[in-house]
């Protein structure tokens, strides 16, 4: 696996090393050892989320005011742009979001570390998200931003396209109206 730093630095791409012929492909999609050493430090994850979208969904962006939850994720059917923006107030990069586009065919995985909302939108006719939690999901902690906040201003390569959205996401907070992480 090698990993690929982003304009955040704990904000990871992971690439694996795929094995192909005319049969088809093999790769480790998760290595707990390779996965430490890529990110720096030892994470348990305790649930695996899947979800299927059409073209034009968006969630997002997520996350836990308490029970924090480090996600990594990955497309095994389609393509999305996927964000993470950083909302540790004492972080340098305080405010920055990453944006990386994974699909069925580049295989790439994304390491969100726990203290960043999280959304994605699906590029493709349809996508199926795949992705490990290191903590469990708590809905009365659960928080989120505007996909469409003016001052993160995050490029969604929407081409013209109306994003589909839930109830919850429409009452995303901007982001100086939300709860951030110390």
């Not at 304009?7 to 049969?23: Q, S, T």
């Not at 299927?52 to 742009?81: D, F, N, T």
């Not at 909302?87 to 340098?92: D, T």
Request: charged content about 25%; glycine content about 8%.
């Amino acid at each position: 696996m090698q990993a690929i730093a982003t304009k955040i630095p704990d904000v990871i791409i992971l690439e694996p090393k795929v094995f192909g012929d005319e049969r088809g492909f093999f790769f480790e999609s998760f290595n707990l050892r390779a996965f430490d050493a890529a990110v720096g430090r030892h994470y348990e994850f305790v649930q695996d989320n899947h979800s299927k979208s059409g073209r034009g969904v968006l969630r997002g962006l997520h996350y836990q005011i308490q029970q924090p939850q480090g996600k990594l994720v990955r497309v095994v059917e389609g393509a999305v742009l996927d964000v993470a923006v950083d909302i540790r107030k004492s972080s340098p990069t305080f405010g920055q979001w990453v944006a990386v586009e994974l699909t069925a065919d580049n295989k790439r995985q994304l390491w969100v570390p726990p203290g960043f909302a999280h959304g994605f939108v699906v590029h493709s006719e349809t996508a199926q998200f795949l992705y490990k939690t290191t903590d469990y999901y708590a809905p009365e902690h659960e928080r989120c931003i505007a996909w469409d906040d003016p001052q993160l201003a995050i490029d969604w390569q929407l081409g013209g396209i109306e994003p589909q959205l839930s109830a919850k996401d429409r009452q995303g907070k901007r982001l100086g109206d939300a709860e951030w992480f110390a």
